[in-house]
Structures are given as C-alpha cells and as structure tokens.
C-alpha cells in the first residue's frame, strides 16, 4: 500500500501550508518518569520513555521531485538495495547530490513560489526518502501513554509516515517537527517513513548565507508521555526575585485531572537539585479542580524569591527548577529540570538594560556548521565555540539566522553568553522594494508568523536569550510588523529587534535610515564609524540636525547586527568602532559577522586535504558565490585567524591608561621615566557587572623587547563601569640604568611598560581558567635623562674602506671584506649579496608596490584600480645611468628608477661598508599635472555639447555632473595594453563602471549598444540605440577609442569619441533634454546630429596610490627561523594592530604564513626594527649563519613592515578575474626552500567595513602624493656574530646594536 494523501493539493509549493498534522509549538524540556532521572546531569536517552533514532537509516534519493518509488512508504516493500544514510546527517556530506553554496541569490530563479532550479538541470530538485522500523515497548501501548514522533530538524519539507499513513507535513528547516503516534502505532514493530524535499515554497525564506545543504540535521526520537502530563511551560524570573510559572497540562483523553494530583515545583541553585540544604523555594499547584478546555488547562503560580544571585554573561548564576506532576500518593508521574536565570532586560532611557546596568554587546554572528559534517553540529563543538568566544572577550553570540540546536541555549545559560535568537526568516534574494518583498505579501503572512511563533515558543524559558528577532535581510511590511506585534504580546519581558525595520528598501554605509516602528532596537547592517558618530549626535543634539526626522517613533539603542565583515584578511579599523562606541552611551555594541569559516574538509585529487567553499562542487551552471562563506574569526577547524586576536583585546573588559598629572593620557603616547616619580598606571573597569578582584595585575619593564623587571600590583578592585586610582609601577631613571648590561648605551634601548590582567581564580560561574589572560596593554617608555648618560660603546667605531669595485656593462660588483655585493645597472638592484663565497640571494631585491589581493582589496575593485602598480617595480628601469661614489669608509651606488608610466620615481642609494649594505630609497609619487590617461585607471567623461559628466545609476547611462566624484568614474581599458600602460588612439576598449552592489561584491559592468528605440532626445534618422551598462563579461571591448586630435597617446584633457566595435558605425552621443538630465545613446553621425554629441573631454584624476612601497627579494634555501624586534608575535597592518605589542619574537619561516583559506596577503609585521633570518641547525655553516634586516632610524625612527615566507607570495595572489587565481585554496600551498622576504615603507590597512566596496579607511590608505623616504641594512652574521646577539650572552641586549656598530 502506498503512502495515503491527507490533502489535496500541492502543499511544497503553497506558501501558506506550512504544516499540517503536526503537534503545537512548546518549550524545550525532556519529562522522565522519576526525579532521580530528571537531575541536570541526566541525558535522555537513559529513560524508558525515549527512544533514540539517530543512527543509520534506510535512504533513497531522486535528482527531482516526484521521482521517488511511489511505495516508499510502504511497509511491505524491501529496502535492502537502498543505501544508507546517517541521522543525523547532510545528504551532500553522505554521497547523495553536492554542496551548493550562495549568499544572496537563490539555488533556484526567483520566481516564488516555484521552483526552477539555475543549473543546467531546470528540474533538479533533490528528494530523499527515509525508513527506519522502531519497537514500540508494549507497556507503552497498554498504559496508554501519548507516544510523539520527534524530528528535530529537517531541510526543508518533510512529510512523515507510519506504517504507510501519512501523519502530517511539515516547513522550516531549523526547528523541530512532532508528531502524534498515538492511537496509530501497534505493540513492537512500526515502520517509520519519511519524504524530504530540498526546496519548495518555505526554501524562499531560507535564503541564509550558507551552504544549501538537505537533511536530517539534528536529534530524532520518540517519546511516550502520561495521558494527563505537563504539555508546555513557561518560567519567567526577574532581578527582584520574582518567579512566575505558567504550565499548560494536558489530558489526551479529555478525562478530569486526578484527585491529588499537584503541579510541584523546586528551586536549587544549579548543580545542587535534591539537597534540600540548598532549596531556595517549593511550591504545589492543586490541580484537581482545575476546569479543562480542549483537554488543557494553564495553572500559574507566582512567589518572590529572596537573596537570588542574578544571572548575566559575566557571572552566569543559574538555578534549577525542579518541575514534577505528582499524584495524590506522592509519586511522580514525570518529572524534568529548567534552567532558571533570575534577570530583567529592559530598555530604559533609550539604553539596554540588564539588571539595571547598561549593556555593552560584545558579539558575534555564529552558524551552525562543522568542517566535516556541515550542519550537523554536536554538543562538543558547541562548547568550543562557546569558550573560545568566552576567552576572546565576546559577551553575546547572535543565532544567524535561524534557531539553533536547543543545546547551545543551553550552554549560553551555563557559560554565560547573551544571545539574539533569530526566526528563520531571510528572503534576500527577492528585492526589498514594497512592492516585491515577501516581507509584504498577504499571502507569505502564514508562512512570516508560523516560523515566529514556533521558535518563541520553543525558546521562552532559556535565560540567555535577551531578545527576539523577527529574521534577516527579509525586507519590511505587513507580515512583519504583524509578527513584531505578536512577539511584544506573547512576551513583553525581552526587546524584539528587526535589521530591516525602516522605511528606505536598502541601507547605506555611512547615511542613516529612517526607523520603522516594528523593532525596539536600531541594528544597522555594517555602519562605517562616521555613521556610528551621526546617530550619537543625532540622539545627543537633534535640533537642527539633518537626520532628525530618520529616528522614527521614538529613540533607540544602536547595536549593529552585524559589522566588521570577517572575510579573509580583514578587521582593520576595528579599534576605531569601538573608540567610538566608548564615546557614545546610546551605541551599546554590535555582532561581528561572523564566526567561522564555512569551509568544508574536502580532498583533492592529488589526495591535498582542503576547504571546500562555493564552486568546489556540481557540474557547469552550478549556481556559487564562491568563497563568500569564508568570512569567519576562526577558521573551519576553529583555529583564530589574526583578526580573532584583534578583536579580543580591542573588546577587553580592562583598560590601562598610562597618568601624567592626574589625567589620562592618549593610547600610545609615551611615558616620562624621571629620577624621583613613579610611572603611574590607572585601570579602566569595562565590564558591566564585575570588579577586577578576580585578576592578577601584572606588569614588566623591557629593554629592545626583551624582559628585564617585573612585578604584581595590590589587588584591584574597582567595580564596574569605573576607573580605578593610580597604581605605581616603582620604575626611576636609576632602575632602567641598572637593568642595562654595561656594555650596552642607553641610546641604543627603546622602553616599553607591558601590562597583563589575568585570572586569579576559578571561584563561581563564569570563570575561565587560572592563569588566562583577559586584558593586556602596552605603553613606551621614555627616559631622556638616561640618554644623557653616555657610554664608551656608543659610538661605532669607522674604518677606511678596503674593497674593491669592478664596473662591467651589466653589474657593479663591490667587494668588502667576506662580503660581494652586485648592482644591476639597468635595473638599478641589488643582484648579488654573498657571504664568505656563498650566494644568498635567488632573486634581486627590487622595488614592489603590489602585495596580493585581499579579499576586501577585491571586493572594493581596488585590485583592478591599483592594476597598473601589479608589475610596476618589476618594470621599473634606470634612467641617467648609475653613480659610484667612494668614501673613506663605504661606497654608494645612486640610481633614479622611473617607475609606470605616470612620473613616479624611486631613488635608491645602497651603501656597501665592510660588513654591511645600507639601503636608502626615496619615493617621488607622480607629481600633480603629471598625470597620465592609463589603461585600466579611473577616468571621467565630459560631454562637450551637454558640458556634464556621463554618470552611470544602476544600468541606466545618461550625463548629470559636473565635477568629477567617484560616484561618476568609469574604467576605460584595453585588452591590447597592460593595466597601467597609456591609451592610445585606436584601441579597442572596454567602458566599464560599478553598477551596484550586493552583500556579496561590487557589480561592475560595461556599457553596450542595446537593443530597443532610442532615448527621448534623440535626433531622428540618426539610427539611434539605447546604450546600457549591461555588458558582461565587464572587460569585453565593444568601442573604439579614438582622438580628436588624430593618432598618438591619448592624454588627460585630450577630446574624444568612441565608436562602437560591432561594425554599425554608431558613436557614443550625449543630448541636451528640457527639463532632465542630458541623455546617453548610440548614433550615426547625420542629421540632427552635431559632431559635439560625440565627442567628450577625457579628464583624469590622480592615479591611485598603490596597495605598499617597498621592496622584495627571495632568498635562496636554508632558511629555517626568523627573529624580529617590532610587533607581534601575530601579523600586524597599518589599521590592525592593536592586538601586537612590540617585543623580540622568533619562530620558523614557515609559520610566519597564516594561511587563510583562499590564499592572499599575509604574515606583515609592523614597526619592526629589525629581522633576522636564520638557517637552520644542520644547514649552518662556517660562511653565513643569518642574514639581519634593520632598520637605519632605529630607535630615533619607526620600524618598517617586514615579513618572510616559504612560499611564493606570487601564490597567495589574485588576478583581475578572482575565478582564475591559480592557487584558490590554502591546502594547495606548497612550501619551497627559498624564502621570499618584503621589506616596505608603508603597505595601507586591510579595511573591514565590509568586503564588496568600502576601501580601508582614508588614514590607512597611502596618499598618492606623499613621498616618502627610508632605509635598512643588510647584515650577512656568521655563527659568531648570532652568538654576541643572544639575549643571555651578556653582551648585548639586540641585533639592533650590530646594526648600529656597522658605522653605516
């Protein structure tokens, strides 16, 4: 018998048939048949009344709906040639379909509610059927007991059977579905039989960034229930002690509650149920005379508990309410625990509030995705996502964007971290605009307030969930203000935020929206800083502000929910969000996005394990956005990226703030050490609900990065949200001098004060271990009137210089010593440095002014504006020939490189000594008016009969401005020229401009003749054509670039036109319009056509600064380890560095990489005053035992970015087409034995507003007409001298002194 239809119809495709059959929403408990089971460290699976049904089951799979056996169900069938397939379990993990992923766009065209799938294969629509026989226990049946079917999650239709009746039909992949067995199941064996559709209707609402993954995904049992037993509960439990109970009871056979019969409740503090020493209260509810409707009756009880412990993140105190129906002889028919948290979260004065204090969120966005299994997500990995947040100073964890397992509730109450729990509501592949959004169609209303409704219910009673939100990137109207309303009447005890509550469809990085009224919060998508800042003001002084009328009803908290786009090589600018959110009351924090690296663990062919991400599954036309899901703070395995670090100290509870005259001085502003006062230390107390008596206060003084005193304060305890009194670190003028070896002179020492909170003890809930560090800070050091103290040793010692020099046609070879140094003339590089006759470079140390693309640099375009620097040190060349200047003591060969095509120049002087090769550059950006018109570089169009600038809005082209903005650049570039090299009259070219935008990358497309009348404007018989920013690929060249002025160069300010590539002879043409902007078409030259509509002013602005300005080598094998003085010990860049401090470090080569997932820009190192590159034990010889990098101004100066590798920077790179990168996967990186070395003035910030448009902000960019000048030394060391340099040797305290002591 095949599976029996209880509806007719097409329910997968129907948006309001979002369930059927299945059991009302409740609260998460597990009921056990005797208390002693129902004890918080009791599991399910031990009581008799569950029956567990993870495990393997029988599993058939069809590539499309409908194709299933039409018997499935049917218990006589024989399923032994079905496959197998683990429950909980992703089909695509399993071997059945493949991993899709996509972030905004659907898997499937968007057509709701249908479903056409993008791919090739228009049906594919994967479907799954499952069995499993499952022995029903006699008694069960005897005893009557209510037997309920658990799934606890399922992707994204499911339909159920039991011995081949349908039971129901069920929507929403994240939460659980129940169904009732009871009266349809017999005594032993059932078969239990389920149909599982990837997409229908619901799958429109579940457009998360995310795999596409099917399946079962979270626990499945049956459990069996008495006939009259506790159906739903709900705990409420504020800060003045009250604690509120509501039960639903239910008789399933409508018989009256038995005489005697008790709700009874018992209070513990949590791990002390049944100590009776312990209980804080016990009460009954009679339950006898309780009167049903529809066999169910709610009973209520409320008491005041007095003394509670109140429960936050910080101090997470949870108590355990003992919940039992009893009967009149004492005995428990069931029984279960109930994490209780006495809190209230209120917003008052326009601030979240907890307890009464103000909130500060520290959070992050977290899916549920585990490397190996997907979206089956385990209780262990819970946890270590739970304490690795804990330890990087995350308070809060937004559940993105859906339920979440309930055991992670559950978790957060225990550890202590605040939670946003989100509806699985995300439709961001159907456009906001009213008119189109789900968000505001009647019809998708069910669909919108089943999936609230459901998850409310379920995840009432967990302390930790502070608010509810109505969902994600879903757009607004009817359906969700219907669903805000609902939520604020079923539970007025929590806020209920929505990031899509405003009136404007889109939102803006920098310009504020205007707030609807359905969310109680203002959660903003990624706000620059300077957005953060006008919504202060705006809430600080509203009159006359520009922005007053986008506050909506009424003034709301700023917690951003989401911000700091993770993706790759990211967090720049973190420090200044929070400098600004510490500024500012009304901003209370916000959600990093997001948690983890989806990557899934997956083995090349050539048996390299790696991380799987968009476009490593399926076949042609497999939709992807391809590594867009990679954009976590720790990566799939869960170890923290770089910028995890960042984002712990910045967030730290505990700031120390150096005090000079009783005021707090600037971060990094340097201390006075004096003969007489102390350096004072004030700490800065940011937690909301702890003193700081749980942490050790340390301190250490250090000499060039190395150790030298140390010591503890008293005990702090400032409360808080307060600043402690100064506490004194007893260094003196007197006390550095006695530190110091005395060889060694005081102008050769940088100071710095390193300051560390950690944990003392492990007393109480939420503590982490002893000895964990929470906060640390660093502060330099000044000591000028040690400085005054000379030593014998500070002078170098200068010797006349008695090499040689040999000029040739290609090389100037210096000779010094055991050391030869060769000068390519042409190039104007260092070729050759050797060593006691051995070479140790493989490559020249040339110029470089590219490092590989981030992935913000590709999200922003800047790896397509910056083109023209890819290989402009490469190709840079001498130009005025080579100087040789001789000295006493060294020799100096001068070069001016011309550099691209725009005038830069770089010159560069290498002064050869006797143990040593001094480098000097001096960087002279294109000079203003210098300015060329380069393939591939920003230009603009200036209209010459309409006198404004074509401009580009979405794909419509038309002229408007007259100035020249970015808003209005385009790209013009030639496949015939490299990126960087001058337009010239003839060229094919590709007219190219950012179209838009999505959360995923910048659209950028080219303009075409289009198909369709002519613009209003247009002359007729002109044979005129619409032109529209549509062409793709974006760089296919569809016009001829030619010069008013005839053949040549074209140059900035040059007139031109553009003549369509395709043969119809049409020009590019701008019309004047009555009363709207100046039209853009294709035309023929004729009547009513003047030759001025065709022809545009060229303009240029300046070329873009490029991504670093330095200079690279790669060095040949056997280097092994490095040392540096400057900050790490983890990369550091120009706008994140606030998580290093400046010390002596050392490590292997090898693990200066960090290798994010997709390889790009890596491993840079700060302020670095000096590296040495080290070979290894068995590969040291008597020539070179190490190579040292220093930099010359040192410690006058700054450091200078320095970082080494073991694999070919070349492969951590980009090109233009992101789909070409040769090496896409960390995994596929292989080490060599050379090692590539960078040594650069500047490199600009990662940025990290986002990853699809914002630049790094403009203080950490490189300003294209800043010059700039710097120097290092090249210090070949043998084994002698690395043993002078040892920090116990007691001759010297850093490499840095050798460098000093080699007079150049």
Partial sequence: ?????????????????????????????????????????????????????????????????????????????????????????????????????????????????????????????????????????????????????????????????????????????????????????????????????????????????????????????????????????????????????????????????????????????????????????????????????????????????????????????????????????????????????????????????????????????????????GHVVGRESMLQDILLMKKHNFNAVRCAHYPNDPIFYDLCDEYGLYVVDEANIESHGIDFAPATTLGNKPEWGPSHMARVQRYVERDKNYPCILFWSLGNEAGNGVNHHSTYKWVKQRDPTRPCQYEHARIEPGWSTEWLETIDSNTDIFCPMYPSQAKLGRYAKLVELPEDNEWKGRLGDRVRPLIMVEYAHAMGNTLGGFQEYWDVIYKHGILQGGFIWDWVDQGILKKTDEGREIWAYGGDYGGKGTPSDHNFCINGLVQPDRLPGPHLLEAKQVQQPVAFEGVVDGSAVERGVALQVTGSQPILVQLRNRYDFRSLSHLEISWSVLANGVVLKSGLFDEVTTGPHSVSEPQAVPIYTDTLSGLLPPQVSPGDVEWHLNLSAKWKNQKGPGCLEVGHEEAYAQIPLLCDELKQRTHAAQAPTSRPFAGEVSDDAGEVRISSGDMVVGINKEKGVISGLSYRGEELLAAPLSPNFWRPVTDNDNGANLHKDMAAWRHAGRDAVVVGGVNVETCDNSVTIKADLAVGFAGAVLSVAYTVGHSGVLVSADWKPPSEGATRALSGNAAFLLSKAANKHIHVEGSKVHAKWQSMGDWQRLTISSPDVPAGEPLQDGLPVALTAVTGKTEAELLVHGFQVSEGPAPEGVPEGCQGAPVAATGSPASQPRWILKRVAGPGEVAPQDEVYFVASDGSERRLACFLVKDHDPVVAAVKLGEGVDEA????????????????????????????????????????????????????????????????????????????????????????????????????????????????????????????????????????????????????????????????????????????????????????????????????????????????????
């Fill in 1 to 373: 018998m095949g599976p029996q239809p209880l509806q007719e119809g097409n329910e997968w495709f129907d948006p309001q048939a979002v369930g059927r059959g299945r059991e009302e929403p409740r609260a998460t408990f597990y009921a056990f048949e005797s208390k002693q089971l129902a004890l918080e460290s009791a599991d399910w699976r031990l009581s008799k009344r569950f029956i567990d049904l993870n495990g393997t089951w029988k599993f058939a799979w069809a590539p499309h709906l409908g194709e299933l056996p039409s018997d499935f169900a049917d218990p006589t069938l024989d399923d032994a040639p079905w496959g197998d397939m683990p429950v909980p379990g992703n089909w695509e993990l399993n071997g059945y379909g493949f991993p899709i992923y996509t972030n905004v766009i659907y898997v499937f065209e968007s057509d709701p509610p249908w479903i056409t799938y993008r791919g090739e294969d228009k049906q594919y629509n994967p479907t799954g059927a499952y069995r499993r026989y499952i022995d029903i226990p006699s008694e069960w049946v005897e005893q009557g007991l209510d037997i309920i079917l658990h799934i606890g999650a399922v992707c994204s239709g499911c339909r159920a059977f039991l011995n081949g009746t349908e039971l129901g039909f069920s929507t929403d992949s994240k939460l659980p579905t129940e169904f009732r067995l009871t009266g349809k199941v017999q005594p032993g064996r059932n078969l239990l039989a389920l149909e599982v559709v990837c997409w229908g209707a619901g799958a429109y609402l579940e457009d998360q960034d995310m795999w596409w993954f099917a399946g079962i995904t979270r626990d499945v049992y049956v459990y069996a229930r008495p006939q009259q037993h506790i159906r739903d509960i709900e705990v409420r439990a504020f800060a003045d002690g009250t604690l509120e109970v509501d039960a639903q009871i239910l008789s399933i056979t409508g018989a009256a509650l038995p005489p005697g019969a008790n709700l009874h409740c018992e209070l513990y503090p949590k791990g002390r149920v049944g100590d009776f020493t312990a209980r804080r209260v016990s009460f009954a509810v009679p339950l006898e005379y309780q009167k049903l409707v529809d066999n169910k009756v709610v009973v209520k009880h409320s008491c005041k508990v007095q003394g509670v412990d109140l429960w936050s993140a910080e101090v997470p105190n949870l108590y355990s309410l003992l919940v039992s129906f009893t009967l009149a002889d004492g005995s428990v028919s069931e029984c279960f625990c109930l994490n209780v948290g006495f809190r209230t979260v209120e917003i008052r004065d326009s601030r979240l509030m907890l307890n009464g204090h103000e909130l500060t969120i520290k959070g992050v966005n977290r899916h549920e995705h585990v490397q190996h299994t």
């Fill in 1093 to 1304: 509509n065709t022809i545009f002013t060229l303009q240029v602005k300046d070329q873009p600064a490029p991504a670093k300005v330095g200079f690279k080598t790669t060095l040949r094998d056997n280097f092994e380890d490095v040392e540096w003085f400057g900050r790490g010990p983890h990369e550091s860049y120009c706008d994140r560095f606030s998580s290093t401090m400046v010390g002596r470090y050392q490590g292997a080569i090898l693990d200066q990489t960090f290798k994010y997932v997709r390889p790009q820009e890596n491993g840079n190192k700060t302020d670095t005053r000096w590296m040495v590159l080290k070979r290894g034990e068995k590969s040291r010889r008597p020539g070179c035992s190490s190579l040292l990098v220093a930099a010359k101004e040192w410690p006058s100066g700054e450091g200078l970015n320095m970082q080494c590798h073991r694999y070919p920077m070349e492969e951590f790179d980009m090109p233009e087409d992101r789909l070409q990168q040769r090496i896409k996967h960390a995994g596929e990186l292989t080490a060599r034995p050379e090692t590539d070395l960078c040594v650069d003035a500047a490199q600009m910030g990662v940025g990290g507003i986002d990853s699809w448009g914002n630049k790094p902000l403009p203080q950490h960019m490189l300003d294209s007409r800043k010059p700039l000048k710097w120097s290092f030394l090249l210090q070949p060391l043998s084994v002698e001298d690395e043993e002078k340099a040892s920090c116990g040797s007691g001759n010297s305290l850093t490499y840095g002194v050798i460098a000093r002591q080699s007079a150049l």
